[in-house]
C-alpha cells in the first residue's frame, strides 16, 4: 500500500500564500503523477495541479499564474506553492497519486486526507 501525508493548510488572508506538501510512503515501486485537488461543500473533487515523473504539468485554468505544483522524485514528495491566494481557493486540498507497488501490478490511485485551506478576504 501506498500513504500519502499532507500539511501546510491553513488560514491566510486574500493575497496571500501557503504551501502544501505531500510525502507518499509505504511500498511503492514507482508514482507516475502526483498532485493536488481541491473539493468544495455541494462540488465535485476538481483537479488544482498535477505533475508526471516526466515533468509534465496540468493546472486548472482558475489557479494558472497563482499556483505552482513541483516534485522531488527523489523524496516522492509534491509540493503546491499557492500565491495570491482568493477566497474562492477556499476548499480542501488531497494530495493524489498514480501509481504501483510491483512492476507487474497496474498502477492504482492514492489519496491523502485532505488539508483545509480557508482564504479570507
Known amino acids: 500500500q501506498v500513504q500519502l501525508v499532507e500539511s501546510g493548510g491553513g488560514l491566510v488572508q486574500a493575497g496571500g500564500s501557503l504551501r502544501l506538501s505531500c510525502a507518499a510512503s509505504?511500498?511503492?515501486?514507482?508514482?507516475?503523477?502526483m498532485g493536488w485537488y481541491r473539493q468544495t461543500p455541494g462540488k465535485q473533487r476538481e483537479l488544482v495541479a498535477a505533475k508526471s515523473s516526466g515533468g509534465n504539468t496540468d493546472y486548472a485554468d482558475s489557479v494558472k499564474g497563482r499556483f505552482t505544483v513541483s516534485r522531488d522524485n527523489a523524496k516522492n514528495t509534491v509540493y503546491l506553492q499557492m500565491n495570491s491566494l482568493k477566497p474562492e481557493d477556499t476548499g480542501v486540498y488531497y494530495c493524489?497519486?498514480?501509481?504501483?507497488?510491483?512492476?507487474?501490478?497496474?498502477?492504482?490511485?492514492?489519496w491523502g486526507q485532505g488539508t483545509q485551506v480557508t482564504v479570507s478576504s
Open positions: 509505504g511500498s511503492i515501486f514507482s508514482i507516475n503523477t
Open positions: 493524489n497519486a498514480v501509481g504501483r507497488t510491483a512492476w507487474y501490478i497496474r498502477d492504482s490511485q492514492y
